[in-house]
Antibody, heavy 121, light 107 residues
Framework: EVQLVESGGGLVQPGGSLRLSCAASGFTFSSYWMSWVRQAPGKGLEWVANIKQDGSEKYYVDSVKGRFTISRDNAKNSLYLQMNSLRAEDTAVYYC??????????????WGQGTTVTVSS | DIQMTQSPSSLSASVGDRVTITCRASQSISSYLNWYQQKPGKAPKLLIYAASSLQSGVPSRFSGSGSGTDFTLTISSLQPEDFATYYCQQSYSKMYTFGQGTKLEIK
């Protein structure tokens, strides 16, 4: 079964750090771009970052550039999101998703169940 | 950045109705447009990719159309399980963006 399982969420103070993990199974992880997407309470979806199969290309939404770092370990079938200098507005459910090549562009066809990050004092 | 604007933001409809949701991109994105369904407390689910291709396992009452800047998601005959929030998403840019969502509610 193709599966993504996130972990590492929790309560952190403003200015603090947190590292999210996403464990992949059931597919050849090293063959896919991967993304992180978040959803603040009661709000819509926001793409956060993505990373190429070999980690050589990474892209970020402007609001997290310089604070968040996406990475991966293909030997461990794992995706990571290192989050530093956290702000209250980073409070959200964070999902990892698989980027699948579509007839036109990329679609996110497999999603994890999400992990909750709360930034509060 | 490419901005995605959905309309309406919310919609009330009845079982059996035909419903159309619109998504507009701030610049041409060819057919690099996907649609997702999300139910409360659940992860999003891919419905339509590349503007008009139905994801495997998704009922045929869902369809997508459009190219360039204007796209639509149509549900031909609403079923009770279709009441959810729907999002469009562009992948023309490597920095993906989502529309703000359309909440489909029962009338």
């Amino acid at each position: 079964e193709v599966q993504l399982v996130e972990s590492g969420g929790g309560l952190v103070q403003p200015g603090g750090s947190l590292r999210l993990s996403c464990a992949a199974s059931g597919f050849t992880f090293s063959s896919y771009w991967m993304s992180w997407v978040r959803q603040a309470p009661g709000k819509g979806l926001e793409w956060v970052a993505n990373i190429k199969q070999d980690g050589s290309e990474k892209y970020y939404v402007d609001s997290v550039k310089g604070r968040f770092t996406i990475s991966r370990d293909n030997a461990k079938n794992s995706l990571y999101l290192q989050m530093n200098s956290l702000r209250a507005e980073d409070t959200a459910v964070y999902y990892c998703a698989r980027d699948e090549v579509a007839a036109a562009g990329i679609c996110m066809d497999v999603w994890g169940q999400g992990t909750t990050v709360t930034v509060s004092s | 950045d490419i901005q995605m604007t959905q309309s309406p933001s919310s919609l009330s409809a009845s079982v059996g109705d035909r419903v159309t949701i619109t998504c507009r991109a701030s610049q041409s994105i060819s057919s690099y447009l996907n649609w997702y369904q999300q139910k409360p407390g659940k992860a999003p689910k891919l419905l339509i990719y590349a503007a008009s291709s139905l994801q495997s396992g998704v009922p045929s009452r869902f369809s997508g159309s459009g190219s360039g800047t204007d796209f639509t998601l149509t549900i031909s005959s609403l079923q009770p399980e279709d009441f959810a929030t729907y999002y469009c998403q562009q992948s023309y840019s490597k920095m993906y963006t989502f529309g703000q969502g359309t909440k489909l509610e029962i009338k």
